[in-house]
């Protein structure tokens, strides 16, 4: 059984940092490109960076660019995502998701986690 499971949501004020982590199990890790997606309420899910299964490709959203880090252990079947420099905008539960290609659409993620709530106060 696959399972994503996040976490490291939590309240924060702007300007500050938080790392939400998930942590796969049931999957070849190592063959799957990670991603973070976030969706604010009312807001369709949006595509906020992904990192190749090799590890040396990653993608960001303009919004989080020079902002956001995304980082994986292989060996550990975890996906990070290091947040700096957080505005009240960034506020949405994230998501991690799992796809076998190199995609930046949600519908070709096939295995995704609960979400972790991430909320920014201004």
């Known amino acids: 059984q696959v399972q994503l499971v996040e976490s490291g949501g939590g309240l924060v004020q702007a300007g500050g940092s938080l790392r939400v982590s998930c942590v796969v199990s049931g999957l070849a890790f190592r063959g799957y490109t990670m991603a973070w997606f976030r969706q604010a309420p009312g807001k369709d899910h949006e595509l906020v960076a992904a990192?190749?299964?090799?590890?040396?490709?990653?993608y960001y959203d303009d919004s989080v660019k020079g902002r956001f880090t995304i980082s994986r252990d292989n060996d550990k079947g975890m996906v990070y995502l290091q947040m700096n420099s957080l505005k009240s905008e960034d506020t949405a539960v994230y998501y991690c998701a799992a796809d076998a290609g190199w995609s930046h659409f949600k519908d070709d993620y096939r295995y995704w986690g609960q979400g972790t709530q991430v909320t920014v106060s201004s």
């Open positions: 990192i190749h299964r090799v590890g040396g490709v990653t």
